[in-house]
């Protein structure tokens, strides 16, 4: 099983990290499949709007609802994060070098979201690299029986990775 995590500390580190990631493999002539997130500000200084750009070439699609200014509920939109797991099954094939997936969440650790197209990635050896965070990395190991590897939070260490899994050498430095 070929399949790696990261957390960064930051507040939406993970999702830049991966979103360069993702850019930086697809420059190589990799076939890519998966999600990276995008947050935007909103003007009236609300929560930011989170999107998921579906990789390779789109949809962009808006995960997030406002609930208004004093919701404290969670503001991911379950029929847009659906919509996106349906665009990103779809692309996944045995000819896809490597599945990003933007984040084992709530919903992946309820068993729904994209947990079906990383295990279908799996069983076509397709190699799979996942952003979380601390409230579901349990949840993530256990839906991996402790397989995956922890990746360190940075560029270098995880574009290393990806391209050892599929083969590819890294470029000296």
Same mark, same amino acid.
């Given at each position: 099983?070929?399949?790696?995590?990261?957390?960064?500390?930051?507040?939406?580190?993970?999702?830049?990290?991966?979103?360069?990631?993702?850019?930086?493999?697809?420059? /190589? #002539?990799? &076939?890519? %499949?998966?999600?990276?997130?995008?947050?935007? =500000?909103? @003007?009236?200084?609300?929560?930011?709007?989170?999107?998921?750009?579906?990789?390779?070439?789109?949809?962009?699609?808006?995960?997030?609802?406002?609930?208004?200014?004093?919701?404290?509920?969670?503001?991911?939109?379950?029929?847009?994060?659906?919509?996106?797991?349906?665009?990103?099954?779809?692309?996944?094939?045995?000819?896809?070098?490597?599945?990003?997936?933007?984040?084992?969440?709530?919903?992946?650790?309820?068993? /729904? #979201?994209? &947990?079906? %197209?990383?295990?279908?990635?799996?069983?076509? =050896?397709? @190699?799979?690299?996942?952003?979380?965070?601390?409230?579901?990395?349990?949840?993530?190991?256990?839906?991996?029986?402790?397989?995956?590897?922890?990746?360190?939070?940075?560029?270098?260490?995880?574009?290393?990775?990806?391209?050892?899994?599929?083969?590819?050498?890294?470029?000296?430095?």
């Amino acid at each position: 099983m070929k399949i790696g995590y990261s957390m960064a500390p930051g507040r939406g580190d993970t999702d830049l990290m991966l979103h360069r990631l993702a850019s930086a493999l697809l420059n /190589r #002539g990799l &076939r890519v %499949a998966g999600t990276v997130q995008v947050n935007s =500000d909103r @003007p009236d200084d609300g929560p930011c709007d989170m999107d998921v750009k579906v990789l390779p070439d789109g949809p962009v699609i808006r995960i997030s609802q406002s609930l208004g200014d004093h919701s404290k509920g969670c503001r991911l939109d379950p029929s847009a994060l659906e919509q996106a797991v349906g665009h990103v099954e779809a692309s996944l094939g045995a000819d896809t070098d490597l599945l990003i997936i933007n984040k084992f969440g709530k919903h992946e650790a309820e068993g /729904r #979201g994209f &947990r079906a %197209a990383i295990a279908n990635a799996l069983a076509l =050896d397709v @190699p799979v690299i996942v952003g979380t965070n601390g409230l579901n990395k349990d949840a993530f190991v256990e839906f991996t029986g402790e397989l995956a590897e922890e990746i360190a939070p940075s560029f270098d260490a995880l574009q290393d990775w990806c391209l050892e899994q599929v083969g590819v050498l890294a470029e000296p430095a």
